[in-house]
C-alpha cells in the first residue's frame, strides 16, 4: 500500500526515529494524538528506525506457537510473528520484517475510545521494545540531593499521589506513571514517558485546587481518575532523564509508614512483575530481562510500607530524604 505523504509523521525518542504511516485520515489522527501524550520529540520520516503502520481491518490468520492471555486479549508467538489480538483488533510484527509494527483496528473497536488506547498502548510498547527501549510502570522523582528514585508499582499503589507530595516539597520529577529504560546505557538511563499525571482530585485537594485550569478530562481507562497537566504547574521541576540509585515498592498500609530493604534479587522479582511483556515477547525477552536486571544491580532497593502519614504536607518529602535520597 503506498501512503499519501499527508498521512506520514515521525517521533523521536532516546536518538530513534518512530515513522508512524496509516491508511486513512482518522486513523492517522488518532495515532499521532496517542502518542503527543508522551514524551517523543519529532523526527525525520525517512530516517525511521522502526515504522508504525496503521490500518483497519485485522488480517486473519491461523494461530500456532504459543498462545496465552493478556489484559484485554490473547498473545501468539511463533517463529514467523507475534501477534497481539487487543479488543477486537490486532498489533503484530513479523520476522521477515521486524522493524515494521502493524496495527489494525476491528470497526468494533474504533467506536470505543478506551479499547482504542488499549491497541495503541500495546503498539507503542512493541515499537519501543523493537528499539531496546523498555518501558516501565512507574513513577521517577529527583530528591533535592540528585537522587534518581523509581517507584514502582500497579494502579492503585499511591505511585501518582507520592510523586505529586514530593514535587509539592521542592523533588523534581520525570513523570508519574511510566518510564523508558534505555538498555544501551550503563549505568541504566530511565527516561520520561508519560506527560500528563492521572489523579483522584479528592485526593490531592491539599495539593491542587479543584477548580485549576491544570485539570483535564477523565481517564478512559479509569474515569475516577483526571488527567493533570503537570508541566503547567510545575514545569521548572521536570527532568527529562536520570540514572536512577533507588527503588521503592510502594504496598498502601493502615499503620504508620516503613521501609524494608530489599536485595537485588527480590527488587528483580518486583520488577518482572511490573513488566509482563519481558516474558512474552521472545524477541526481546533477553535483552529485555538484562536491561532489568542492570537496573536492580545499579540500585538500592526498598519495599515501602505507605500508610496516611505520609499525606501530611511535607511528610513523605522528610521520610524519604532522611531514609533513601540523600
Known amino acids: 500500500m503506498t501512503v499519501a505523504q499527508s498521512l506520514e509523521s515521525a517521533f523521536s525518542i ?170 544501551a546505557r550503563a549505568p541504566v538511563a530511565a527516561q520520561a514517558l508519560r506527560r500528563l499525571f492521572a489523579l483522584r482530585r479528592n485526593e490531592v485537594a491539599h495539593l491542587i485546587d479543584e477548580t485549576s485550569a491544570a485539570w483535564g478530562t477523565p481517564v478512559l481507562s479509569d474515569p475516577t481518575k483526571n488527567r493533570l497537566d503537570a508541566f503547567s504547574l510545575f514545569g521548572d521541576r521536570f527532568v527529562p532523564e536520570i540514572a536512577p540509585r533507588r527503588l521503592l515498592f510502594p504496598h498502601l498500609a493502615a499503620g504508620a509508614s516503613r521501609l524494608e530493604p530489599l536485595g537485588s534479587d527480590a527488587a528483580m522479582v518486583e520488577l518482572l512483575k511490573a513488566s509482563p511483556w519481558a516474558v512474552y515477547d521472545e524477541t526481546t525477552a533477553g535483552a529485555h530481562v538484562r536491561c532489568l536486571a542492570a537496573l536492580a544491580a545499579q540500585c538500592d532497593s526498598y519495599r515501602l510500607v505507605a500508610g496516611p502519614d505520609l499525606l501530611e504536607p511535607g511528610a513523605a518529602a522528610a521520610f524519604l530524604e532522611a531514609k533513601v535520597a540523600a
Not at 508512524?20 to 528506525?49: I, M, T, W, Y
Not at 514467523?80 to 520476522?95: A, F
Not at 509494527?101 to 515499537?127: C, D, H, K, W
Open 14 to 183: 532516546c536518538g530513534k526515529v518512530i515513522r508512524v504511516e496509516a491508511s486513512e485520515a482518522a486513523l492517522f489522527d488518532a495515532a499521532c494524538r496517542f502518542l503527543s501524550g508522551f514524551h517523543f520529540g519529532e523526527g525525520a520520516p525517512d530516517a525511521a528506525d522502526v515504522v508504525l503502520h496503521v490500518d483497519r481491518d485485522p488480517p486473519r490468520s491461523p494461530l500456532q506457537g504459543t498462545t496465552f492471555s493478556l489484559p484485554h486479549g490473547t498473545a501468539h508467538h511463533s517463529p514467523e510473528q507475534l501477534r497481539l489480538e487487543v479488543c477486537g483488533s490486532v498489533v503484530c510484527t513479523h520476522s521477515a520484517k521486524p522493524s515494521v509494527v502493524r496495527v489494525s483496528f476491528a470497526e468494533e473497536t474504533r467506536t470505543r475510545p478506551g479499547s482504542m488506547i488499549n491497541v495503541f498502548s500495546y503498539a507503542m510498547q512493541l515499537v519501543l521494545r523493537r528499539l531496546l527501549l523498555f518501558d516501565l510502570h512507574a513513577a521517577v522523582v529527583v530528591s533535592p540531593a540528585g537522587t534518581g528514585v523509581v517507584i514502582v508499582g500497579g494502579s492503585g499503589a499511591g505511585k501518582s499521589t507520592l510523586t505529586l507530595n514530593l514535587i509539592a516539597s521542592g523533588w523534581r520529577y520525570l513523570t508519574d506513571d511510566m518510564v523508558v529504560l534505555d538498555a
